[in-house]
């Protein structure tokens, strides 16, 4: 047997040979994928989720004249000592309130000094007295707190009470978010098949998602003066309403 080998070979490349010759060269086949493909093709799609706001932000503002500086301070903070006081009772703690602006400024008379007085010119107003103002943010949750956390600061002395935000919290903006998303990449989708069927475009992977949020607008009550409440005072009657979150995205397709 070993001694038909040489014969064997030579006879295989003489069929070769002559094979090649009358009917071309052996063709080789190679696939080859282009996964970096610059032309996309993209889809937009977008999702909305209403909600009922769950939180909200309420400005407790104190603003008190006074001779001098010490004594509209010491009225300040007692008030603002007694509203946080108070407003802890509900059950909201010290996270949730914050000062956001402590002021102090000179009243002026409107006469003027005449000529002659110790500072040299035309004349001057002189100082009558002092207001320091001082503003709480308090952040209330659950919401039905709300109306008695305006309720409680005005009857403490708060006489610049509005602003105030309904909001979502972070919880529930989370969840609210992810069921946007998926709203929106479905819906994206969709008009991706849409588009390539009425198109004769053949779809391919996802190869990039863009998604932008847009965030509901606070609902916000109309910030103005309070008058201090009375026992016969109407209770503070605020609602919420409704918050939507819109999220839009943008599917980016490979075609083939």
Known sequence: MKENWPGAI???????????????????????????????????????????PDQATIDAGITVQAATVADAQNKVNKTSDKIIQDVKKLGLSDKDIKTTNY????????EIVPMGAPMMGSGQQSITGYTVTQNLEIKVKPLDKANKVVDVSTADGANLVGGINFTFSDALQKSLSKQATQQAVDDAKNNAQTLANASGVRLGKIVNVVQNSNQPRPIMMGAGIASKATDQSAPTNVTPGENTLTIDVVLYYETY
């Open 103 to 110: 002021s102090v400024n000179p009243n002026y008379s409107n």
């Open 10 to 52: 030579i006879v295989f490349f003489i069929v070769l040979f002559v094979y090649i010759k009358l009917a071309g060269p052996i063709p080789f086949f190679i696939n080859s994928v282009n996964t970096t493909k610059t032309d996309l093709f993209s889809s937009s799609g977008e999702g909305q989720v209403t909600a009922v």
